[in-house]
């Protein structure tokens, strides 16, 4: 009889795992030069944008995939096979095996302790590319180019991506994307990740562990300066999570020192969980009938 496979707490614990996270900012706000934050020994650049400009004379490693095709291959070879899939389904045992005969063995991946993909948002260009060449992307009566079954596909290539590095154990996985300011029906600044397709934008907050925003916050004097928003409840509206409940809500600009925060040992949860009294402000008081 095989026996319940349940982890043990003290196993849990003592396991490696690795942080995956998303950061947003503007374009030009110095997202890929986080990467001089890091060290480059132990660190993979998958750099879709070609904007290495910003680490020239960095000595990092780096893959550029140019295809859809070479980003589900990258995602399977280093984060290895779902066997839950079926063979003919990307990140399947068939995949995986099919990429490791043209890339060799994956234990080269080995010594990275983090994957920096710069950024989700070529990603998600790329894959919106491939999905319109697709049967989905075509209707059935007519064979004429079908958007919203392009958009669907797009949708669940790119969750299936995301999914499957997210699940990359031991290894540190960081997403760059360009953030978009908008204004809504009522006038008011809301921001949202520049990816193609909505489905996207709205899922991967779930997916990851970490998502920050590196925007202009002033300083006490009025002075711009480059911070990491981490904190759902901020004044800016800037979106972030932070699952760890380890960072403050702004943290310096400095990805090595932010994954250290994250990975220092718990408090015990009775210091790091309170449920403070909560009091909601007064209601606007209700106007009098033929008042107004």
Known sequence: MMALPIIGADERLAQ???IKGVIFGRSGIGKTSLLWTLNASTTLFLDLEAGDLAV???EIDTLRPRTWKECRDFAVFIGGPNPALREDQPYSQ?????????YGDPAVIGKYETVFIDSITVAGRLCFQWCRGQPEAFSEKTGKPDIRGAYGL???EMIGW???????????VWFVGILDERLDDFNR????PQIDGSKTGLELPGIVDQVITMADIP???GQPQRAFVCQTLNPWGYPAKDRSGRLDMVEAPHLGRLMEKIQRPAAPASERLTWPPVTPADPAPA??????
Do not use: S, Y
Request: hydrophobic share 20%; net charge positive; proline share 5%.
């Open 162 to 172: 995301l999914t499957h590095l997210q699940h990359t154990r031991g290894k540190h």
């Open 287 to 292: 106007q009098e009938p033929g008042h107004g």
């Open 94 to 102: 068939a995949h995986f095996d099919e990429v490791c005969g043209r």
């Open 16 to 18: 490696r795992k690795g």
């Open 219 to 221: 300083d006490p004097g």
């Open 189 to 192: 600044k809301v921001f949202q």
């Open 154 to 156: 797009h949708g669940r």
């Open 56 to 58: 020239e004379g960095l």
